[in-house]
């Protein structure tokens, strides 16, 4: 499929009518998560690379408008506005691998009109989905508070591509290794995963399948011990890796039943068998609130593998993400509702100690002890940098996650931070606000068109004013 | 990244064991949802297409083994035997759009050892997903009762191809659209959508707006009338549509606020104005439970655009999938554990009068009223048919559908069938389940290593035995 056609249909409606109308004025969009999901102290930016890769590379071939023109049900000449068209914007973001709040831009577009629209779904996709998946990881690290965890969730996510980004997602957070060759291969995390069930299955016995496992695979081993009786697994594993000279590095894998008890006798069966560094690998179901409970349990679990839950952040599977026009051709736009306002302006926020973070107007000067957030990665529809690496990725997640409250970092019952504005970005919203409700009371009848249209530069107002 | 390395390394580290150890027998490994998840009464048979895609390309070439190697650590020409690796198996599966139920295969894949194991995850990953996301759309097609549903998930799902997938999978299920515009070209699905807040914004205000829009927009015109006041966008929209001549074919759409309401009062306010025709269109956080609230208070809504929830089956984001070996060279293979069994050997499932499924085995004849789920649809790593077109899938729904019992219908507390087990498959299960019992007590000490050999055919016994 095009990236291209990989859009909203009104994405290109709008566009068109734009184009038609010669609305090809600068606009500038804000990308945002409203609210966190419950039971979430803080997000992590992630997707930034993928939205980037498209904005540079889009271009609206021939194909392209002969599908959007097949969608509307016209000839495709009548759109031949949109032939061609690319982004040529500037984008300002949040680099990968920081840790945002709610409300807080994570990227900002500023391009004619029809660009900045047309880019809305594929871009609200890329960093909503790779943020959701970075900050669930996040989680199960903090949980792990200083164990290895890595990434087993290939099989389940939504897509194989989905689960290429849980690979990488998890490693920009400090996940230790992630099951899937593929990502590993492309991002330079270790590969793990042994054996499954079914190996030993496929043997008379379990010491039959470690012995023949062994001879194929040299070095350390992780054997997989819960095929029939988890304490007899160990036994038998812990026979052969001591007849083999093989524990050190090696490892036994429990994946079912009470994971704390069945470490705790496996410790002690490996230390018996005299294997004290023979380590315990955990698997299956798990994720932050598990690996939690295990860590305070005390089981002696060297590393955690997650899956299911974390590659589709299960407990919360989506963001509620926005993707708001904040100015159109110099002036500032502004969404009121009674339970929510979106502030007007292009924007820019200040990290100050302890994410107590500023949001501010983008031209304004930062407070002495904050720092942006939002940086210039694209300009002319280029990008204006090398491409990040991962590990300047991970960098910038434990540099920002030293810096955390630690309510925030909580796995259960965390407490957010909340970003406060700056005095000039509530001056201006309280200004505008001001304006709309006099010309445009959100109960009252509507304004006539005269006096709507002399608001010009501060509606729109009360977008979605009144639950009802 | 190589299809062939989107895999977890431990399907490598087995393959290339049973490929040293000469363990090339013939394997059947059988793919199934263990349970349904909550609030689902049936699932819908999907993604065979992408997995029969996947399993007739797959090919192991020069650089996956590179990327295996550099996963373990060992040089390349180690893993020869992998080198060339191909799938040469026969496929039995359930077409898409199907219904089935917990327990039955949808999917047996019959071929040398290495080749069933190497393709675990990228089957499951594809069949579990797609699976999840048909069965989701479902709900809301059977909430709507009759009203046309859309799809607008694309930007919140897992990345822009499980965008696709959604978009596809609702058209599967009878969804009458998409906002995907690659999807609908794909595919064939009329796409859909017109304008959002932002386009509204730009303009002075809402009538500017929506004269703008039908400018460019020929014939029937969707007016989204929610951007400051609905009621009175309603009424703008239908002086617009009157003063135009565009009423036919036209429609508003509700985005925000008590749709059922406002659905009534734009329904009286559209009939006040003379445009019975004109339709309304619902959207805003919607999925099966709110439609079917909407429904049920006989809301005039007359189309219902889902988006978030269904693209992501926001309350149950992954299925309970397995992928089992069921034979080895002969040998029926089982499972067992105190709360469930995975029946040994490969299977059909005979679909009977009102979903009383019957799971056989696969040489069983059906009984006098039962036809056969599975469809073999690939012999020799070869596909046996023409790749199905999505009106095949739709018209299998449908007719499945038409079948199943009201109480599997339900949105809130439905009831799924439980498909039962033939004489035969019981029989055999009780069989090896009564020889591992003599040979393998779960609970008591493992047997020694030649009676465990000795009951070759029958093991493995008691995986996940005990939960403790």
Redesign the interface.
Known sequence: ???A??????????A???L??G?TGP?T?SLFVRDLPPERGFLVAAGLDSALDYLSHLRVGPEDVE??A?????PADELLPLRGLEFTGRVRAVPEGRIVLAGEPLLEVTAP?PEA?LV???V???L??QTL?ASKAARCVLAADGRPVVD?S????????????AARLGALVGFAGT????????TGV?????????????F?????AFR??A?????PLTLLV????TE?GV??AARVLRDLGRGPGSAVRLD???LG??AVRARALLDEAGLPDVRIIASGGLDAYAVDDLVRSRAPIDVFAVG??VG???DA???D?AY??VE?DGRP?M?LSSAKVTAPGPKQVFRRPGCADVIALADERPPGDGTPLLETVMTGGRRTGERPTLDDGRARFAADLAGLPAAARRVRAPVAPRATVSGRLAALAADVRRRIDER?P??G??PS?AA??AC?PL??????????
Chains 1, 2 share one sequence.
Do not use: C, W
């Open positions: 499929m095009s990236e056609t990989t859009t909203d249909l009104y994405e290109v409606t709008m068109l009518s734009y038609r109308e609305m606009a969009f599908d959007f097949a969608a509307l049900h016209r009109l629209q809305e779904t594929y609200l996709n890329r909503g989905h998946i087993f290939l099989r389940r996510t939504h897509g194989p591509q989905a689960g290429f980004q099951s899937n060759v593929a990502a590993a291969a492309a270790p590969a793990v995963g042994t054996m499954a069930h079914s190996y030993v299955e496929a008379p016995g379990e010491e039959e023949a496992f001879r194929t695979h040299p070095g819960d095929t029939y009786d007899a036994r038998v079912s039943g009470d008890a069945l299911t839950r589709v952040s299960a599977p989506y963001l993400s708001k026009m159109y736009v969404k445009m959100a109960a009848p509507r068109r709507s249209a010009g509606r729109p107002a009360a977008h979605r004013p009144v639950s009802r």
